[in-house]
Structure formats: C-alpha cells, structure tokens
C-alpha cells in the first residue's frame, strides 16, 4: 500500500538526541493524561522508553480505548495497529503514526479488492456459505470489516487455536475428535462450516493447522496472483485451510541451519521461535508462541539458560538486557530488524508531540465509520470466542 510521509523539517532530522529527548520530555509532561503513548514489542529503545504502555497490536489498542482521558493516541507502531486502536477507542481520541510510512509488509501481501476477487472466484467451485474468512490480526481495518460482514473472526497469534477450532467446529481435542474418533463428534460443524480462507500469513495458519491435527494434505496455498489462487476446483473443494500467500519479512529468514548450528554450539539451549516462521522451523523448536508468550517463556527459563530465540531483533536485545542471569541470542546471527517498524523513530516522535503543543494533529489515522463499524464485529467475535 502506498503512502506518503513528507520529509521531516531541517529542525528535526538533524537534532541531536538529548534535543529530541528535551521535546519529547516536554509534550509529555505539558499534555499530562490528554496523551498517551504505545510502543510496540519491536520499537526501538529511543522510542520505547517513552510508551505508556508496551505491548502487541491489539493489547496496545485496547489499553488505549481504557484510557478515557487521553484524547491523543500516539501509536508507536504500524498502520495497521493505528487503525485497530483508531476502530477500538472513543470518538474524542485521535489516533497518530508518527511516520505514515511505517506499513506492514505481510499487511499489503492481502488487499481488499484481491480477497474479494479470490472469495468471487471460490464461489464458482465450492459452496462460498461453508467458508469462513479468518485475517490474522496483522492485516488492514478492509480485511476486518471484510470477515465482519461475512461472519467470520480476527485472529491473533495468540488465539488463532480457538478461533480456527470454532471457525471449523472443533472441540477440544483438535481434528481427531471432530471427525468422529472421540467424544467430540457432536461438535464437528454446528455452525454448517467446513473450511477456513486465512489470510495474510501462510504460516500462522499452517503452524496453527498442525497444532489442531490437520497435516499437509489438509491445506492448500491461494496464490492471490493467480485465478483460483493457482488451484484446481478439486483442491479447493478436498481444502480445509486455504492459506493466503502471504508471510512475515522477519520471521521467514529463520532456518532450519540456525537452529542446526545454533544446537552445535550450544548443547543443551532452548529455542523458541514465533508461530510466523515456517513449518520446518517450528517443528525443530522446542518452544513456539507469540510474542507475549516469547517473553514469559524467558522469564520462567531458569538462570543460567541459552535461548535462541526467532523473532525481531529490537525484541530479542531488550530481553537480552532485562534477563541479564540468561544468555539470549537472535536465532539468525545476521540481525534483521522489522523495516517498516525501525522508521518509527525519535524525530518523528518529537514532531507529532510538537505539533499537539501547537495545535495540529499530524499524522492522523481515521478509519471510516462503516468499516470500523463491520471491523469490530469481527473484533468482538473474537473476544467471544477466545
């Protein structure tokens, strides 16, 4: 998705860090409770060391809906976490990115108009009412609104289990139970539904797909290039998960050598990567999680462990530093960080909270009211289910 975030003034792109520093300071401090500010897990540390809060996507948005008097919402994060905290808070709070260009890749491999084309063309081979559309949280407030409207559900990495398990009619006990092998038959399909479209990332759905007892032969890639996703009508109608192609620029460069060199030298450490990366890693990984569960799974590793872990690395060096008795290293010894994150920095920070001093709200994000109202249905379903 294209977007323009003009350059900064000359007074902010050459300042040096205790000048932004003495700004940020200052709008905090002037604007008091009107202000609050979110950091996303992989903010750099000039940045985060000014949030209210720290967190994921969606926790971030909804700490920022309880803070009533906060009437500024500075979101430091991405365009898609704005608009979710844009859709989640009161109509007297505004929602800011400090740089417009601060987008989510994996977010823009699934657009609007592609998922409706996609939808318009499995409709032609397979019953379109026994599909539920699934967007993982990391997608635009279009894609929400989207599986609002055609009674489907958000998802997080954290709860995408049950929210494929209640998509599919599953109990508890996952594929086996719901096919007929366990006392959770009766729960296959209540809702007359037997495939999920999940979209954006792959590998969320796949590595999700296993966890439930579902295998290769079960998932079909939609290749959003191609009509039909590049599918044959029988694979689409043999399909339980249709998985869109789509990934994560961080957590696909995780592989399988680091994991193999990474045991080499260090026998006996633990890996733990995120759900985003690919199939192969997961299943060598000796834990796998969300972010949130990435950081309390350190916490609760004993003092003295080696952990490997896959995720982002601004992440993986603030755990490093707060777990100081454990030895935390990127799984992929060639850093990278989340490139659209890494613009949020320290002078766009200072020159959204200028402008508030001044007046003007830069940098706004605003969510339609009809799509903000479809998006959170699916919202809320979630919360229903999981």
């Not at 000359?10 to 202000?35: C, F, I, M």
């Not at 290039?225 to 029988?234: F, I, K, N, V, W």
Request: net charge negative; glycine share 8%; with cysteine.
């Amino acid at each position: 998705m294209f977007r323009l975030q003009p350059p900064l003034p000359d007074d902010y792109s050459t300042a040096t860090a205790d000048e932004l520093t003495r700004h940020v300071v200052a709008a905090r401090s002037r604007l008091g409770k009107r202000l609050v500010i979110l950091g996303h897990h992989y903010q750099r540390e000039e940045v985060i060391q000014f949030a209210d809060m720290r967190g994921d996507s969606f926790g971030l948005s909804r700490f920022a809906a309880e803070q009533r008097d906060a009437e500024f919402v500075v979101f430091c994060g991405v365009h898609f976490m704005a608009e979710s905290a844009d859709i989640l808070t009161g109509s007297h709070q505004q929602v800011i990115l400090p740089d417009l260009n601060a987008g989510c890749s994996m977010a823009d491999m699934a657009d609007l108009d592609g998922v409706e084309q996609i939808w318009d063309e499995l409709a032609e081979v397979t019953d379109i009412e026994a599909i539920v559309p699934i967007t993982y949280m990391n997608s635009a407030a279009a894609l929400k609104a989207f599986v609002g409207r055609n009674s489907g559900s958000v998802c997080t990495s954290s709860n995408a289990r049950p929210v494929l398990r209640w998509a599919l009619g599953l109990d508890e006990g996952g594929k086996a139970a719901a096919l007929g092998h366990g006392p959770g038959t009766s729960s296959r399909r209540p809702r007359g539904r037997d495939k999920v479209l999940f979209f954006p990332d792959q590998h969320l759905g796949r590595n999700t797909g296993f966890q439930l007892g579902y295998d290769a032969s079960d998932m079909q890639v939609v290749d959003p290039r191609q009509r039909l996703g590049g599918l044959q009508d029988y694979e689409v109608k043999e399909a339980t998960l249709l998985l869109w192609k789509g990934h994560c620029s961080v957590h696909q460069r995780f592989r399988t050598d680091h994991v193999a060199a990474f045991r080499s030298e260090h026998p006996g450490g633990i890996v733990i990567v995120h759900p985003e990366c690919s199939r192969e890693v997961v299943e060598l990984a000796d834990q796998v999680g969300s972010t949130d569960y990435i950081i309390s799974a350190i916490d609760d590793a004993p003092a003295g462990s080696t952990i490997a872990v896959g995720t982002e690395i601004h992440l993986v060096e603030r755990l490093a530093r707060e777990h100081p008795d454990k030895t935390v290293l990127s799984l992929d010894p060639i850093v990278c960080p989340c490139s659209t994150m890494f613009r949020i920095d320290l002078p766009h920070l200072a020159w959204v909270l200028d402008g508030l001093l001044e007046g003007e709200v830069r940098n706004r994000i605003v969510v339609d009211e009809a799509t903000a109202a479809d998006a959170r249905v699916a919202l809320e379903r979630m919360l229903a289910i999981a």
